[in-house]
């Protein structure tokens, strides 16, 4: 099975502020990798498919890169809507699987 | 557009079983596959299989393999998830998501906790 290890597990910061969130596969996942920003009480919502392909009606402030083993999220400018939960997905092999998420808190 | 609206919450004993619903509408329910995804109270998601459901076809993830049984009616666009031999740390929110043959979750459905409690 592929492990999905994301780190920081938490990171705080402002608005306007630059952040990145990495996520590691246990092994090779070419670009088969998502990801989802989760608000408390709702379901994920899909931001990043193939590694770095954006998904239709998310803000452009938002980006992924990355392959083979080694993934990014990048948000630009942080906006009051960006604090949530991230997880990242790997969709190569089954069982998929998802890191265990990265809470990102108001500094 | 694109839906998926799961049924209400539940309570259950332990050893019942529990069958959550996912109705889709705003596509060909049958162009797609189906997955079913948990989440326990603050956890990470974990993945449990996938219908396909213009054949009836399943995959499940090998933990849940004896316990789960995922079905669907065209008729109605409607995907089924059954969980038997409830314990209680089978106590989480269930989601269906969509996905084309291969690949990412979109949309979810709002979620359905259940919790399993005696």
């Known amino acids: 099975d592929i492990q999905m290890t994301q780190s920081p597990s938490t990171l705080s910061a402002s608005v306007g502020d630059r952040v990145t969130i990495t996520c590691r596969a246990s092994q090779s996942i070419s670009s088969w990798l998502a990801w989802y920003q989760q608000k408390p009480g709702k379901a994920p919502k899909l931001l990043i498919y193939?590694?770095?392909s954006l998904e239709s009606g998310v803000p452009a402030r938002f980006s992924g890169s990355g392959s083979g083993t080694e993934f990014t999220l990048t948000i630009s400018s942080l906006q009051p809507d960006d604090f949530a939960t991230y997880y990242c997905?790997?969709?190569?092999?089954?069982?998929?699987?998802f890191g265990q998420g990265t809470k990102l808190e108001i500094k | 557009q694109v839906q998926l609206v799961q049924s209400g919450a539940e309570v259950k004993k332990p050893g019942a079983s529990v069958k959550v619903s996912c109705k889709a509408s705003?596509?060909?329910?049958?162009?797609?596959?189906m997955h079913w995804v948990r989440q326990a109270p603050g956890q990470g998601l974990e993945w449990m299989g996938w219908?396909?459901?213009?054949?009836?076809?399943?995959k499940y993830a090998e933990k849940f393999q004896g316990r789960v049984t995922m079905t669907r009616d065209t008729s109605i666009s409607t995907a089924y998830m059954e969980l038997s031999r409830l314990r209680s740390d089978d106590t989480a929110v269930y989601f269906c998501a969509r996905t084309p043959a291969v690949g990412w979750f979109d949309p979810w459905g709002q979620g359905t906790l259940v919790t399993v409690s005696s």
């Open positions: 193939k590694a770095s």
């Open positions: 997905q790997q969709y190569h092999s089954y069982p998929y699987s």
């Open positions: 705003g596509y060909t329910f049958t162009g797609y596959f």
């Open positions: 219908i396909k459901p213009n054949s009836g076809d399943t």
